[in-house]
């Protein structure tokens, strides 16, 4: 391998000037936590094929995907912001570190099960603090029926009869959204169908939180309308976790133009992504997003498959703030690439980067930034 080239697997993709995956990010490429039995990420996946247990599983398609499958088989456009090289992990020009799960819909669909799930770790420049981390886990699911207002009833209300849950009472689901024009149906699609899949979706996921949830204190969720390139209407389902509204899945009903590349001109499908890691921190307990790497035995330890269990901490080290600022260069300034930075410098013993002063120099007009760093170890 030459300095203008990436091996991954045993492949080789030549760089260009898109490149921009990091040592640190593709050192995370081959771990699985979604796979290894005993972590909270994949004892929450197990949780959840389980409850949706007729859905065929996909669970180790590699992370590696063509701009193709990531955007445009989703129909982003080409200019559309969530493509820019400070949010994403390019290989190359055409080449990526997926985003998201949803970068397999059209694979799943044309493997003929008209309900899967596809788990995987997905890859994204973000910010960094205690929920943030460049690589976290989804789970897509997508579910499709025949486009008949009459079998599409019949099926979506077994399915419903058939999962029938006593209503968890400590699971309070808040949900007003309504059809209407900013969030709209799709042309192709009428009322009662539309209706019927929607409430499938509906009740799907309710159940699933319902299930997985059963045990603990009060919880309240919502839904919210939202808007998605590739699914309308949409919407996003969010938990409350110590006051804050956290946002644990997007979903919606497929668009029709996805439905027709797969082949399925006469089906009508709803899709969801589901972050496994903010579910499993607030069933498990756990305080910060870095702990599901932690290679130290005292976290793996703790858990069993099949059960949910409240994290103990072992690391009871104070925090170390160091700050830090700089005079801006007068290109643009992305702060995921700061953060990058720091990540690749420092590790998993950043916990939070905050910026605390914006200044201009009145003067010559240059911009300085001061970010105050958190450093603190999880496990030593
Ligand atoms: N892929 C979307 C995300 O990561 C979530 C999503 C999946 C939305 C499926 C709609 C349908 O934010």
């Given at each position: 391998v030459t300095d203008s080239e990436i091996k991954i697997d045993g492949k080789i993709y030549k760089k260009d000037q898109w490149t921009n995956v990091s040592p640190t990010t593709l050192s995370r490429v081959n771990r699985k936590l979604h796979l290894h039995p005993q972590h909270p990420i994949s004892i929450i996946r197990q949780?959840?094929?389980?409850h949706f247990h007729d859905f065929k599983t996909f669970h180790d398609i590699s992370p590696i995907v063509t701009t193709q499958q990531n955007f445009d088989d989703l129909l982003i456009a080409k200019d559309h912001v969530t493509r820019n090289r400070s949010d994403n992990y390019y290989l190359n020009?055409?080449?990526?570190?997926?985003?998201?799960?949803?970068?397999?819909?059209?694979?799943?669909?044309?493997?003929?099960?008209?309900?899967?799930?596809?788990?995987?770790?997905?890859?994204r420049r973000d910010e960094i603090d205690a929920s943030h981390y460049p690589v976290f886990h989804?789970?897509?699911?997508?579910?499709?029926?025949?486009?008949?207002?009459?079998?599409?009833?019949?099926?979506?209300?077994?399915?419903?009869?058939?999962?029938?849950l006593k209503e968890a009472e400590n699971v309070k689901v808040v949900d007003d959204t309504?059809?209407?024009?900013?969030?709209?149906?799709?042309?192709?699609?009428?009322?009662?169908?539309?209706?019927?899949v929607a409430s499938h979706l509906k009740y799907s996921i309710n159940s699933m939180v319902r299930k997985l949830f059963a045990d603990e204190p009060d919880l309240e969720v919502r839904w919210i309308d939202a808007y998605f390139p590739f699914t309308s209407p949409s919407w996003e389902v969010e938990i409350k976790y110590k006051g804050e509204w956290l946002e644990v899945l997007g979903c919606g009903v497929v668009r029709q133009e996805l439905m027709d590349q797969a082949g399925l001109h006469d089906k009508i499908g709803h899709a969801f992504g589901l972050g496994l890691e903010r579910l499993a921190m607030v069933l498990f307990g756990i305080p910060d997003i870095?702990?599901?790497?932690?290679?130290?035995?005292?976290?793996?330890?703790?858990?069993?498959?099949?059960?949910?269990?409240k994290f103990q901490p072992f690391s009871k080290f104070p925090p170390c703030i160091k700050d830090i600022s700089f005079?801006?260069?007068?290109?643009?300034?992305?702060?995921?690439?700061?953060?990058?930075?720091?990540?690749?410098?420092?590790?998993?013993?950043?916990?939070n980067v905050e910026l605390i002063d914006d200044f201009t120099h009145p003067k010559s007009d240059k911009r300085s930034l001061c970010y105050r760093i958190l450093y603190r170890s999880m496990d030593r």
């Open positions: 949780l959840i094929e389980s020009e055409s080449t990526m570190l997926r985003a998201h799960t949803s970068a397999h819909q059209l694979q799943g669909m044309r493997s003929g099960a008209s309900k899967f799930l596809i788990s995987g770790d997905v890859f989804q789970m897509e699911g997508v579910v499709y029926f025949d486009h008949d207002p009459v079998k599409t009833a019949e099926q979506v209300n077994a399915d419903i009869q058939m999962g029938r309504i059809i209407k024009p900013e969030n709209p149906m799709q042309d192709r699609h009428t009322p009662e169908t539309l209706e019927a870095r702990l599901f790497w932690s290679q130290d035995e005292r976290f793996i330890q703790q858990f069993t498959p099949g059960q949910i269990q005079w801006l260069p007068n290109k643009s300034w992305e702060e995921n690439d700061f953060c990058e930075l720091v990540r690749d410098v420092a590790g998993d013993l950043v916990e």
